[in-house]
């Protein structure tokens, strides 16, 4: 399978802790995007990067959250100190210079 | 900001029947996307639509882009049980992706035999 991968596909933490997802992308691409989805509502737009560089990062939802993509490959976004409101699926989106992009299968966390 | 509205939210259809899915947003583009995600799934790509009067086709389903109206509309002729599912559009405002894409909330949608 050559799409976009996210791993793991499902984590369940308790309130406080530090959750990390990795994001694959598909291996041509060099645009790598974050959203996050709630129940009943479309992706919002967290970060993208170009490359290894983070080229938008001031939608991400507050300081707790963080993502890098070191050598412009996989990437990780990590959420310290986690809410129960943070709770949602967390998607990875693909694409090559800023054209269609593709999704992965999402992680879905779970803040107990 | 921009904003991207759907409608309707939901939609319950019998089998055969023709149905539209409307979006409207508020700030100019001409590169808008509509997505269709099944139940705990991610999203499916199925059209780009990258100018003013754009119109694609594939199957049952055709969407079409009006960027003077800022609206796009995705068409479903003689709806079948398989396209039941929740559609997406989305719209890139800046041209490149380097805005994300800003989704509107989903059309809902059940086709009942």
């Known amino acids: 399978d050559t799409g976009v991968s996210q791993n793991p596909r499902h984590k369940i933490t308790k309130r406080g802790q530090n959750v990390t997802f990795r994001c694959d992308p598909i291996?041509?691409?060099?645009?790598l995007y974050w959203y996050r989805q709630t129940l009943g509502q479309g992706p919002e737009f967290l970060t993208y990067?170009?490359?290894?560089?983070?080229?938008?990062k001031s939608r991400l939802l507050s300081d707790r959250f963080s993502a890098e993509r070191p050598k412009g490959s996989f990437s990780t976004l990590e959420i310290q100190r986690t809410e129960q409101g943070d709770s949602a699926m967390y998607l990875c989106?693909?694409?090559?210079?800023?054209?269609?992009?593709?999704f992965g299968p999402g992680t879905r966390l779970t803040v107990t | 900001e921009l904003k991207v509205e759907q409608n309707p939210l939901f939609l319950s259809m019998q089998e055969g029947k023709n149905y539209t899915i409307y979006c409207n947003y508020s700030t100019t583009s001409d590169r808008l996307y509509w997505y269709r995600q099944d139940p705990g799934k991610s999203l499916e790509s199925l059209f780009v639509l990258l100018s003013n009067g754009a119109v694609k086709q594939e199957g049952r389903l055709m969407a079409s882009l009006d960027t003077k109206a800022r609206l796009s509309t995705l068409h479903i002729t003689a709806a079948v049980h398989d396209l039941s599912a929740t559609y997406f559009c989305?719209?890139?405002?800046?041209?490149?992706?380097?805005?994300?894409?800003?989704f509107g909330k989903g059309t809902h949608l059940i086709i009942q035999p």
């Open positions: 989106a693909s694409s090559f210079a800023g054209y269609e992009q593709y």
């Open positions: 990067f170009q490359n290894e560089a983070q080229l938008e």
């Open positions: 989305a719209v890139d405002i800046s041209g490149g992706g380097a805005d994300g894409l800003t």
């Open positions: 291996s041509e691409h060099n645009r």
